[in-house]
């Protein structure tokens, strides 16, 4: 049983179309700060089209390219990059430079802004590195006590500072642990979001197990169930899905089947050089 929404996100889509239309426009090499996206086989189909994933803008020669991760970058990456004169195209999910811009606004408010996250995820030092002004990180819920206790006028967080792509893809989970006797989630072990997925199976009540692909799927997890639920974090391809279906049909005949759910089909838009490049591309044929 396959659950709907699941794979790869709006935001996951466009960055990922940002490399491919930079390497189109520049040729190799096109330098990318920290993975586009937290999966190792979109990592590497990228590599072999010629981006070359780095974590210091100083490992990028004056006068190239260099695009910035769907997780988003601190302001300190973007002044550096325009100091040495790089081309920059920023692939930031349009949905984490709206918490970019709440956290903005709340501080210009003269509140502290607490930020939910782990500590070293890309995407929280971005956000951090945004905020011009005081953020406390909060991890755990014992945290989250804490600060109730010390600010009395603490406002938020609302449902919908979690992106879109997320919930809906959290519910499915939620759904699909209502009919699967056990789990798979199609995602990398650096993924938060896919991580998420399996502790929400788990704490569903159902054996839940984050997988790579299909040559990581244990016999074992599957010998007694009689419906296996299949989802994917927002930044595994559905290719990789089809690997862990091959996988447990190699164990005997299945039925594969989805579940109804929301169908998102939302685009974000590339960068405007991006767009004009392929649109003269398009006159020319």
Not at 51 to 79: C, M, R, W, Y
């Amino acid at each position: 049983m396959l659950a709907q929404p699941r794979g790869f996100c709006a935001g996951v889509i466009r960055a990922i179309d940002i490399v491919e239309q930079a390497l189109r426009r520049f040729g190799a090499p096109v330098y990318v700060r920290h993975e586009i996206v937290h999966n190792t086989f979109v990592v590497n189909d990228l590599k072999a089209k010629g981006a070359v994933f780095i974590e210091e803008l100083a490992d990028v020669p004056a006068g190239n390219t260099v695009i910035f991760s769907a997780h988003g970058v601190s302001k300190a990456i973007q002044a550096e990059a325009a100091e040495r004169g790089l081309t920059v195209f920023d692939a930031t999910c349009p949905l984490v430079a709206k918490v970019h811009g709440q956290g903005k606004r709340y501080v210009s408010q003269d509140r502290t802004v607490i930020l939910i996250g782990h500590a070293g995820h890309p995407e929280v030092e971005g956000t951090m590195g945004q905020i011009p002004g005081r953020v406390l990180l909060v991890q755990n819920e014992q945290d989250v006590a804490a600060l109730e206790r010390r600010f009395t006028n603490i406002v938020g967080p609302d449902i919908h500072d979690i992106c879109y792509a997320t919930q809906n893809r959290q519910s499915a989970v939620r759904e699909l642990a209502r009919v699967a006797d056990v789990i798979l989630v199609v995602g990398a072990g650096n993924s938060s979001n896919s991580n998420r997925l399996r502790e929400i199976g788990i704490e569903s009540g159902v054996p839940s197990y984050l997988i790579a692909d299909g040559s990581e799927l244990d016999p074992a997890w599957v010998r007694n169930a009689d419906v296996v639920g299949v989802t994917a974090g927002a930044s595994a391809p559905e290719t990789l899905v089809d690997g862990v279906i091959e996988a447990l049909r190699a164990l005997g005949p299945i039925d594969v089947s989805t579940l109804p759910g929301i169908e998102e089909k939302d685009e974000f838009r590339l960068p405007a050089q991006l767009l004009r490049k392929r649109a003269d591309a398009a006159d020319t044929a």
